[in-house]
C-alpha cells in the first residue's frame, strides 16, 4: 500500500496519469471511504465519498472515479486532473451492483471493471448460496 497510517487502508489504484492515488480507508472503527491523494508525494488529499464506499477504480481517461456504496450501488464521480490540480464533482449512482458484499470480503481488488469509456460495467455478482448434503461414513452404505 502507497498509503500507510493507522487507519484500515486497502483498493488503492494509482491514476490512468499517474499523479493521483485512490484508496480506501477507515479510521477508527467507522466505516470505509474513498479517498484520492497525489501521488507519488502525498501533500494534498481529499474525501470524495460521503456515505461510505469501497473499491475504487478509475475510468480510462480518469475523467471518473467509479466505487461501490454500502448499498452495494455503483457510483460514479466526475473528476479533473489538470496539471497539479484535482477537483471532483457530485457522486451519482449508476445501477445496483448486486456484488456479494458491499466491502467485497477477502477481495483484493474490485468486484466490477469498466470499459476505457465508462459506457458499459463487467459486474461479479452475488449468487445465492445452495444448500450442500454431507454424507459422514458414507463407504459403509456400498455394496460389500
Do not use: H
Amino acid at each position: 500500500m502507497l498509503v500507510a497510517t493507522p487507519a484500515d487502508e486497502r483498493g488503492g489504484r494509482v491514476s490512468p496519469d499517474g499523479r493521483w492515488f485512490a484508496y480506501t480507508s477507515r479510521t477508527g472503527g467507522g466505516r470505509f471511504e474513498i479517498y484520492v491523494q497525489s501521488y507519488p508525494s502525498g501533500n494534498a488529499k481529499w474525501q470524495i465519498s460521503r456515505g461510505g464506499g469501497m473499491q475504487p477504480i478509475w475510468r480510462a481517461d480518469g475523467r471518473e472515479l467509479y466505487y461501490i456504496s454500502p448499498e452495494r450501488n455503483l457510483v460514479a464521480v466526475p473528476v479533473k486532473t489538470a496539471g497539479a490540480d484535482f477537483a471532483f464533482g457530485e457522486p451519482r449512482t449508476l445501477m445496483a451492483a448486486r456484488t456479494a458484499g458491499w466491502e467485497g470480503g477477502n477481495v483484493m481488488g474490485a468486484q466490477y471493471a469498466a470499459t476505457a469509456d465508462g459506457q458499459r460495467f463487467l459486474i461479479s455478482t452475488a449468487a445465492e448460496m445452495q444448500p450442500i448434503t454431507v454424507m459422514v461414513n458414507w463407504a459403509a452404505s456400498l455394496p460389500r
